[in-house]
C-alpha cells in the first residue's frame, strides 16, 4: 500500500500537507528538508533534463514528482505497481498546482488553506490502495488442505502470512515434504525442492526469490516448472 504521502513546497521546504495510510512515515519537516535538497540535485547532474522519480530503499519505495516548485512524495510497499503509484501522484501533483500555485505568490506559511485538499488525495490513492496490485501465492499441493484449515481460522479480511502460520493449530503441516524420489528421477535439482517447499501459501514469488537468494526472473522459472508437474496451485488474493 502507499503508506504515506507528502505535498512539499520546494521554495519554503514546508511539507504543506501530509497524508497517512500504513505504518512507514516520516518526520514532516525532516523529510520535506531531504526531499527538497534530493530534487534540486537530481535537477543539477540531469543540467535541468530530468528529476529522480523513484528512490529504492531496500524494503520500500520512495516516489517523486516535481512540478513548478512542488514536490509530491509518497512510500509505498515494493510489490505496490510503480507505474500507478506514479501516476496517482502525478494526477494529485497537477490538480494541486490548479487549485493553490497561485497563493504561494505571497503565501505566508499557513498550510491550513490546503486542509480541504486532504479528501481529494485521500479518493485518489483509495486510502492508500490505489497502487496495489493482487498477489499470486504458490502453494504446495501437499500442503493444500491444512492451508484451507490455517485459512478459516483467520479474521475476516485477514491475511495468511507466517505469523498465523506459526500460531497455527496444524502449523506440523509445514514439515511436510516431497518424497526425495523427485530428486533421485531428475524431476527437481535440490535446489528446485527447496524452493518448491518455501510454497506454502505466505509468500509470493518475489518473497521467495529474496528468502532463497535468487532473482525473481530464476524464481519465476522454478515455480512455472512447479506448475507445469502440477505439484503447486496458486493463490491469488
Not at 530530468?50 to 524494503?59: P, R, T
Request: proline content about 1%; aromatic content about 8%; some cysteine.
Amino acid at each position: 500500500m502507499i503508506h504515506s504521502v507528502y505535498v512539499i513546497h520546494q521554495v519554503t521546504g514546508i511539507c504543506v500537507i501530509y497524508r497517512k495510510y500504513g505504518t512507514i512515515e516520516f518526520n514532516e519537516d525532516l523529510i520535506a528538508g531531504f526531499l527538497t535538497a534530493l530534487g534540486d540535485f537530481s535537477k543539477e547532474v540531469t543540467r535541468g533534463k530530468g528529476n529522480l522519480k523513484i528512490l529504492d530503499m531496500v524494503v520500500y519505495n520512495i516516489h517523486l514528482v516535481f512540478k513548478n516548485r512542488i514536490l509530491v512524495a509518497a512510500a509505498s510497499d515494493k510489490k505496490d505497481s510503480k507505474e500507478i503509484a506514479q501516476n496517482k501522484l502525478e494526477i494529485i501533483l497537477n490538480q494541486f498546482i490548479d487549485r493553490y500555485l497561485h497563493i504561494f505568490e505571497d503565501w505566508k506559511g499557513d498550510v491550513r488553506i490546503f486542509e480541504e485538499f486532504d479528501e481529494y488525495i485521500d479518493y485518489t490513492l483509495r486510502n492508500g490502495k490505489a497502487a496495489e496490485i493482487p498477489r499470486t501465492l504458490p502453494l504446495l499441493r501437499i500442503f493444500d488442505k491444512d492451508y484451507k484449515k490455517a485459512q478459516k481460522a483467520l479474521k475476516k479480511g485477514a491475511t495468511l502470512g507466517e505469523d498465523i502460520l506459526e500460531e497455527s493449530v496444524s502449523v506440523e503441516w509445514k514439515n511436510k515434504r516431497l518424497p526425495e524420489q523427485v530428486i533421485k528421477q531428475g524431476m527437481l535439482t535440490e535446489n528446485e525442492y527447496k524452493i518448491a517447499h518455501l510454497c506454502d501459501g505466505s509468500k509470493d514469488i518475489n518473497e521467495i526469490a529474496e528468502e532463497i537468494g535468487i532473482t525473481f526472473e530464476s524464481a519465476q522459472l522454478v515455480i512455472d516448472k512447479l506448475d507445469r508437474l502440477d505439484m503447486i496451485k496458486l493463490v491469488r488474493l
